[in-house]
């Protein structure tokens, strides 16, 4: 059959793409069979423990790690291509800057290198913050120097916005500024943006695409929308101390029994059946007991799988 020249043929319509991606250190693993889909334009939350393989997702996608195995690609072109490197802007969890520029020129820097540098995008954001374009950038506070990175990554205009931690050493004002600035970038540039937090009301509030990793490996993948109504957190009276032998037909991924009573978060697999208490829950709540429970089988909803193994489809 011919192929045919579509967004989604060539795999552009995926802002990423990886299959069997894999990095090995001398430890151990860092990242293993991560196989996942992220369509273009949307905004992805990156989460999962300290050391889950977060960072080491993000430098395979920005050249810096080489993956062990497997492959990753970005709009549809391997990211080892120098050709993606135009197309994405990474604000790293320390926020590199030449601590001997001025704001000025590290913002004139960044003209130099990017083609497409919009510099009243980057100036506003600056100046928004109030910092003097003449200082140092060795000079600024924490949070200072992420305003100028985060200027530095916009200023690019990527079609990929990949940001570590962006938010950390943000105070609350500045930290919702840089959210809405996220937000309208999404949606009036379609620019696609992946961002790594452990803050899960922010991740809530801003993302409409998850990527969960623990211990390395690929937990949930897909829209927000349809991971969370996957779950039901099921209350109810326990079976001689044990959960309901009805629920096992249902994927648990975590219960509780307390006394006579059980609290159980299952993935439904059909009606749920029983005279129990059941309610919808938090983004919060299903991510936490998916991070709590690594051996339920990862949940990834249609389109955002590749060929991962062993995974359930919502
Ligand atoms: N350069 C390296 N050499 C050896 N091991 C590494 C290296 N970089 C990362 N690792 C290991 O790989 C694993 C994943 O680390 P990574 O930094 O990707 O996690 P993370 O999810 O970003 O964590 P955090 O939330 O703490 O930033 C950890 O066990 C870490 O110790």
Redesign the pocket.
């Known amino acids: 059959m011919a192929e045919t020249n579509t967004p989604a043929a060539s795999g552009a319509a995926w802002a990423l793409e990886a299959r069997g991606l894999g ?1 090995r ?4 693993w ?2 293993r069979d991560c196989s996942f889909r992220l369509p273009a334009g949307r905004i992805c939350g990156l989460v ?12 395979m996608a920005t050249r810096q ?1 080489v993956p062990t195995e497997g492959e990753l690609r970005a709009f549809g072109v391997p990211v080892s291509d120098p050709a993606t490197m135009p197309r994405y802007a990474f604000l790293a ?1 320390d926020k590199p800057l030449f601590k001997r520029f001025t704001v000025a020129e590290s913002l004139r820097m960044g003209a130099e290198l990017n083609p497409g540098w919009d510099m009243a995008a980057a100036e506003r954001i600056v100046c928004a913050g109030g910092i003097p374009m003449e200082a140092r950038t060795g000079t600024l506070s924490g949070g200072q120097r992420t305003r100028v990175a985060f200027a530095l990554a916009f200023g690019k205009r990527p079609d990929l916005l990949l940001l ?2 962006p938010m950390s050493d943000l105070d609350p004002l500045a930290r919702d500024e840089m959210s809405t600035l996220l937000m309208a970038e999404a949606v009036e540039r379609g620019t696609t943006v992946v961002m ?1 937090s ?1 803050m899960l009301t922010e991740l809530e509030d801003m993302c409409d695409y998850l990527l969960v ?1 623990s211990q ?1 490996r690929v937990r949930m993948a897909g829209d927000a929308d349809a991971l969370v109504p996957a779950h039901r957190m099921v209350t109810g009276v326990a079976e001689n101390g044990a959960l309901p032998a009805a629920l096992l037909g249902h994927t648990v991924v975590e219960s509780r029994i307390q006394g006579r009573q059980f609290q159980a978060m299952v993935r439904t697999d059909g009606p749920l059946g029983g005279g129990w208490q059941v309610s919808e829950p938090s983004l919060e709540e299903v991510l936490l007991a998916h991070l709590r429970s690594p051996d339920v089988p990862a949940l990834y909803t249609p389109g955002a799988r590749t060929e991962a193994e062993g995974a359930t489809t919502v």
Do not use: F
């Open positions: 990095k250190y001398r430890r151990g860092a990242l999962g423990p300290n050391g889950a393989g977060k960072s080491t997702l993000l430098g790690v969890q570590d931690e790594s452990h990793l390395g």
